[in-house]
């Protein structure tokens, strides 16, 4: 045995093994990303080609009844299932689309809008003004943005309007305090305080020199609020402050299919997957955005 072992070949050292190429891993990592990027790209397409042109993707009306029909689960003939009055279910939410998309956009822009204006305002200000709109935004912050909206729509109203308006005002405080930021940062700069020093007029260096410096970030942040206002919306919708039945918001049929989750899951399922689905990809596109920008950044 001894002479056998001394007769077998010296197991090569960890030094003199050839080194695993560690590309591949790295490759491999950015088709993943590029397959995710790709699907949510999809999704939101769809999304949107949902809210735009709805009679593209389904011919069955979101209002019509038919009770012979009612409580069908999905199939060919109704993908998403009917519901308790027979009404195809993929078909309201197709339709559900453009009064739940046009809400979301209705309030990142109100948020981006006055939160926008208020941070320039803060960062481009004096200290006092500095510190009173400070403290406003952190009222805003202080009051979860549920609680916020519900204030709101209830002085509001009912409504879609009125939901994507509540849902806006609570996200106003986190655009104001990014851009107050962005804005301090930016003024910092030594061709911001040359720009001063050559006499230009502080409009002429916010709109020259703050302004565009600093939409980067924040319209990063918009695209990641849109799946927060999606959230947002579809809760103000669940809760029952949408637009009145038989609207079809996602939120609503979410509502309308809680009293048959044993006996009808898909009522349920169906529409809350969509949101699901939307939320994430439009999440996946808001951090695929914000790495884009800061590789340029470097």
Same mark, same amino acid.
């Given at each position: 045995m001894s002479t056998l072992h001394s007769l077998a070949?010296?197991?090569?050292?960890?030094?003199?093994?050839?080194?695993?190429?560690?590309?591949?891993?790295a490759r491999l990592g950015d088709a993943r990303r590029a397959a995710l990027l790709l699907l949510a790209l999809a999704v939101v397409a769809v999304a949107l080609g949902w809210a735009f042109f709805?009679?593209?993707?389904?011919?069955?009306?979101p209002f019509e009844t038919r009770v012979a029909l009612r409580l069908r689960p999905p199939s060919l003939a109704h993908w998403f299932g009917t519901d308790y009055l027979g009404r195809d279910v993929y078909a309201r939410v197709v339709h559900g689309a453009a009064l739940s998309l046009k809400a979301t956009v209705i309030a990142v822009s109100l948020g981006l809008a006055a939160g926008c204006c208020l941070g320039l305002l803060?960062?481009?200000? $004096? %200290?006092?003004?500095?510190d009173a709109v400070m403290r406003? =935004?952190? #009222? +805003?912050?202080?009051?979860?943005?549920?609680?916020?909206?519900?204030?709101?729509?209830?002085?509001?109203?009912?409504g879609t309007v009125n939901v994507a308006l509540?849902?806006?005002?609570?996200?106003?405080?986190?655009?104001?305090?990014?851009?107050?930021?962005?804005?301090?940062?930016?003024?910092?700069?030594?061709?911001?305080?040359?720009?001063?020093?050559?006499?230009e007029r502080w409009f002429s260096v916010? $709109? %020259?020199?703050?302004?565009?410096?600093?939409?980067?970030? =924040?319209? #990063? +942040?918009?695209g990641l609020e849109l799946g927060a206002a999606i959230l947002a919306v579809s809760a103000l919708s669940f809760l029952g402050f949408g637009a009145a039945p038989p609207a079809p918001e996602w939120g609503t049929l979410v509502a309308e299919g809680?009293?048959?989750?044993?006996?009808?899951?898909?009522?349920?399922?169906?529409?809350?997957?969509?949101?699901?689905l939307v939320v994430l990809s439009t999440n996946s596109l808001g951090k695929a955005f914000e790495r884009r920008r800061l590789r340029g950044a470097r």
């Open positions: 070949p010296p197991a090569p050292s960890a030094a003199a093994m050839p080194a695993v190429p560690d590309g591949w891993r709805p009679g593209l993707f389904t011919a069955q009306s803060a960062g481009f200000s $004096r %200290r006092a003004v500095d406003v =935004v952190d #009222v +805003l912050l202080a009051i979860p943005s549920l609680l916020l909206s519900l204030m709101v729509i209830t002085v509001l109203g009912f509540a849902a806006g005002v609570a996200t106003i405080a986190t655009f104001a305090r990014l851009m107050r930021a962005e804005v301090l940062r930016i003024k910092a700069n030594a061709y911001v305080e040359a720009a001063f020093g050559s006499g916010l $709109r %020259r020199h703050i302004v565009p410096n600093a939409a980067g970030p =924040v319209l #990063v +942040l918009a809680r009293n048959y989750l044993v006996r009808a899951w898909w009522l349920t399922a169906m529409p809350g997957g969509v949101i699901i």
